[in-house]
């Protein structure tokens, strides 16, 4: 079983603990929330024993490494980047990625935007998504027009948009696997309920 060790790297402006195993090909274990590397604790030596350099930080604000105080430094931007400078330090070209929960976002960013440096990526728990259409306050601000009684038709009809969008594309869904699976041209929606 490979022994676990830790120690500081110094990535992008703050200093990052670390705890890792093995040598090899690298791979980086990025945690969630509310955890730190001890929650890949069972993973490092089973990795490290597969051959590989198995890193697993605390990332920005957790654990023992650096917690900035401001709030705009956690960005996906610079969660990404310390792992970047991460691999430069460990002097490394290319890394594998693996997230879990908070940690996905990280991983899947770092392959889109630097897929020079990761050459594969895993998420877990998280499924990839694109930026959402619209700032957090603008969501916010959504719904509380839609719980104020002078808001509430104007929330109806945004909501009325949206489901007619996602009722069109679930039924071009189901009408795709019904010609797919019996090869007919023909398909008819088949809704439960008194009249159906």
């Known amino acids: 079983m490979a022994q676990v060790h830790h120690r500081t790297i110094a990535t992008n402006g703050i200093d990052m603990h670390i705890a890792e195993a093995g040598s090899g090909p690298l791979v980086v274990l990025c945690h969630g929330f509310p955890e730190s590397w001890y929650s890949w604790r069972h993973q490092l030596s089973a990795v490290a024993d597969a051959g ?18 401001e709030v705009d430094v956690y960005t996906q931007f610079h969660l990404v980047g310390d792992i970047v400078g991460l691999v430069e330090a460990l002097d490394e070209r290319q890394a594998v990625i693996v997230g879990h929960d908070w940690g996905a976002p990280v991983a899947w960013n770092a392959a889109l935007w630097r897929p020079d440096v990761f050459r594969a990526v895993v998420g877990l728990s998280v499924p990839f998504s694109n930026r959402a259409p619209a700032a957090p306050t603008d969501v916010r601000r959504f719904r509380q027009r839609a719980r104020s009684w002078s808001g509430r038709n104007h929330a109806a009809a945004a909501e009325d948009r949206v489901f007619s969008r996602s009722a069109g594309r679930c039924s071009d869904i189901a009408r795709a696997v019904h010609q797919r699976r019996s090869g007919s041209d023909s398909y008819e929606p088949r809704l439960r309920g008194a009249d159906a």
């Open 52 to 69: 590989y350099h198995v890193v697993a930080p605390d990332q920005r604000g957790y654990g023992q490494t650096d917690a900035p105080a």
